[in-house]
């Protein structure tokens, strides 16, 4: 069984920056996914289980950092250059195995989530 909470949301400036944070046991391909009201919840980033893979979406690309820090069953988000349409609810999600690592019905084992709220 694998347990994941998340922590480090909270409201920030645009242009502000933020890290979110894991724990998550288990040796497992790993990803953020986000929600705001309203809406879907939609791909953020992944990371296989030694770092050396990652993923993101367009997105967030070359502003979000995803990480991972085995001996501390971690995994991290930093997030920078924060705009007010990165509001939402993250989420922190693990598989074992996955077809597309972009969509969450492939992912079986979630957190409860961490809310960030961006202003303008």
């Known amino acids: 069984q694998v347990h994941l909470v998340e922590s480090g949301g909270g409201l920030v400036q645009a242009g502000g920056s933020l890290r979110l944070s894991c724990a998550a046991s288990?040796?497992?391909?790993s990803a953020w996914f986000r929600q705001a009201p309203g809406k879907e919840r939609t791909f953020v980033a992944a990371?296989?289980?030694?770092?050396?893979?990652?993923y993101y979406a367009n997105s967030v690309k070359g502003r979000f950092t995803i990480s991972r820090d085995n001996a501390k069953n971690t995994l991290y988000l930093q997030m920078n250059s924060l705009k007010p349409e990165d509001t939402a609810r993250y989420y922190c999600?693990?598989?074992?195995?996955?077809?597309?690592?972009?969509?969450?019905?492939?992912?079986?084992?979630w957190g409860e989530g961490t809310q960030v709220f961006v202003s303008s």
């Open positions: 999600a693990a598989t074992i195995g996955y077809n597309d690592y972009r969509e969450p019905t492939e992912y079986r084992y």
């Open positions: 288990g040796r497992t391909f």
């Open positions: 990371i296989d289980y030694s770092g050396d893979n990652t």
